[in-house]
């Protein structure tokens, strides 16, 4: 008689004894070693993946430290000089005031989509409204429209009640523009939220506050912050309505940028070093909110 091999569905007749706690863990470690045997190849395609993707950062941060002479040579001058006067001019510009205005638009405005979204997505997955699915396309509908198209009615609604040139003209566009998509990415991840632990508060007399944010924002962490850190860097990034609807008071970063290519050439490694400035906040906010970045923007993808 032959004596047939142990599968999956039916464990060796030494593991039988174990606690199923053990034999998963004992089985995540074979899954593991084996991920690990055939790991080497990709690490090396992630590496080089990740260095592509770096090369343009490195090279905008290499060309801010060169003079306008050396960075406009071509082949550009890699070993020339290092110099951080770019660094100054561009403060003598006056970034500070436009950094200001990008940070206070999508700080503010961030702030406010997640006090509207975090409701709406909870009343759209945890307690389900009637034809949710429709509630949801209507939202996502919202992002048909082209902004350009809409860019000239905005334009003279915020000429007719005085608002031009205001930064917070811009915080209540940036809010319409993320609003949507931060409803959207909170329904998913609210709907991973156990039902057993809402019916436990329930139980224990919690009010719809105390819910959301004692018991559904800690569970909710990793979503809240991908969720955030979407929505702050669609509005740090965004050009079109702050080039048309502010002028000297309430313009942004990247406005700042657009004044370093003007008629007398292109002040290559001022713009350089003015890029790099603008994206240190978006970086840094990132940096701090990988762990949870990384865990929101998986959360459900795995049962």
Request: hydrophobic residues 55%.
């Amino acid at each position: 008689m032959t004596a047939t091999a142990p599968t999956a569905a039916q464990p060796a007749p030494g593991e039988r004894a174990l606690p199923p706690a053990q034999r998963r863990r004992r089985a995540r470690k074979v899954k593991d070693d084996t991920s690990a045997s055939a790991g080497p190849g990709w690490a090396v395609l992630a590496w080089l993946l990740t260095l592509l993707f770096f090369a343009p950062v490195a090279w905008m941060v290499l060309t801010s430290l060169h003079q306008e002479s050396d960075a406009a040579t071509n082949p550009p001058s890699i070993f020339a000089p290092l110099t951080f006067s770019n660094y100054g001019a561009v403060f003598q510009r006056g970034v500070s005031t436009f950094l200001i205005n990008s940070a206070t638009a999508s700080i503010v405005s961030t702030l406010i989509v997640l006090l509207l979204a975090v409701p709406a997505a909870y009343a759209l997955s945890i307690k389900p409204v009637e034809k949710w699915t429709d509630a949801m396309f209507f939202f996502l509908s919202t992002k048909f429209l082209p902004p350009i198209a809409a860019l000239l009615p905005i334009y003279l609604i915020v000429k007719q009640v005085g608002m031009l040139d205001n930064v917070y003209t811009l915080v209540i566009l940036y809010t319409s523009m993320n609003l949507p998509i931060a409803v959207w990415m909170m329904q998913s991840f609210l709907a991973e939220v156990p039902k057993e632990i809402l019916e436990a508060a329930q139980v224990d007399g919690a009010g719809l506050i105390r819910t959301l944010t004692q018991i559904v924002a800690p569970i909710a962490a990793p979503g809240l912050a991908a969720t955030s850190l979407i929505c702050f860097i669609f509005s740090w990034n965004e050009f079109m309505f702050a080039v048309n609807l502010t002028a000297t008071v309430s313009s942004t970063a990247p406005i700042f940028l657009v004044g370093f290519i003007s008629s007398q050439g292109l002040f290559l490694a001022k713009l350089c070093a003015a890029a790099t400035l603008v994206s240190l906040p978006v970086l840094i906010a990132g940096f701090a909110a990988q762990d949870k970045l990384v865990r929101g923007l998986s959360l459900g993808a795995v049962k």
